[in-house]
């Protein structure tokens, strides 16, 4: 099974300040037909997860701009890069590269 | 506008049995694999079973595996989560989600709590 390790834990953010998550998984996440399959899920307070981002860098629909990712093979990493109240809540990286499909343990976002 | 919405979670004993059902609309459904997610009280996202968009070919996680049968009616538009030999660790939320190598949308999800 393919690891995902999210650090840090907990980050306390200034409002307007940028944030930044990373992601590590065990082996890399290249799939056989070039793609990525590493995507980002906030989750906020008392909610369903939400889709921010799919393969490494490309923003769902609706998701702002200050939301971005990158990566490339077994690192990667999203940005916020100026966090606002609404983006509170706990954020996963999640692979689909194989079955099981593994999700990071989370990185919770707070406000300081 | 895509809609899921999960039902069917309740109290059940240890040993029960449970069923889910995961209604959806505003896709093409038979178009998407589906997969079901869950999450324990305060903990994290668990993937647990993906099912094909002709329900050919399904997937589970070892957690589950032989106990747990993901299948769908796309005559109905509606996936299902057949939940047998239930223990205390299956307690939680169970979100159902189409797949395309991501999770594009999700349900509110449905409460299974196992407890005597």
């Known amino acids: 099974d393919i690891v995902m390790t999210q650090t840090p834990l907990s980050s306390p953010v200034t409002l307007g300040q940028p944030a930044s998550i990373s992601c590590r998984s065990s082996?890399?996440?290249?799939?056989?037909?070039?793609?990525?399959?590493l995507s980002w899920l906030q989750q906020r307070p008392g909610q369903p997860p939400r889709l921010l981002i799919y393969?490494?860098?490309n923003r769902f629909s609706g998701v702002p701009d200050r939301f971005s990712g990158s990566g490339a093979g077994t690192d990667f990493t999203l940005k916020i890069s100026r966090v606002e109240a609404e983006d509170v809540g706990v954020y996963y990286c999640?692979?689909?590269?194989?079955?099981?499909?593994?999700f990071g343990g989370g990185t919770k976002v707070e406000i300081k | 506008e895509v809609q899921l919405l999960e039902s069917g979670g309740d109290l059940v004993q240890p040993g029960g049995s449970l069923r889910l059902s995961c209604s959806a609309s505003?896709?093409?459904?038979?178009?998407?694999?589906m997969t079901w997610v869950r999450q324990a009280p305060g903990k994290g996202l668990e993937w647990v079973s993906t099912i094909s968009g002709s329900g050919s070919s399904t997937y589970y996680a070892d957690s589950v595996k032989g106990r747990f049968t993901i299948s769908r009616d796309n005559s109905k538009n509606t996936l299902y989560l057949q939940l047998n030999s239930l223990r205390s660790e299956d307690t939680a939320v169970y979100y159902c989600?189409?797949?395309?190598?991501?999770?594009?949308?999700w349900g509110q999800g449905t409460l299974v709590t196992v407890s005597s």
């Open positions: 505003g896709f093409t459904f038979i178009s998407y694999a």
């Open positions: 999640m692979q689909a590269k194989q079955f099981p499909l593994t």
């Open positions: 989600a189409p797949y395309d190598r991501s999770m594009s949308y």
């Open positions: 393969k490494i860098s």
């Open positions: 082996q890399s996440l290249v799939q056989s037909d070039g793609n990525t399959y």
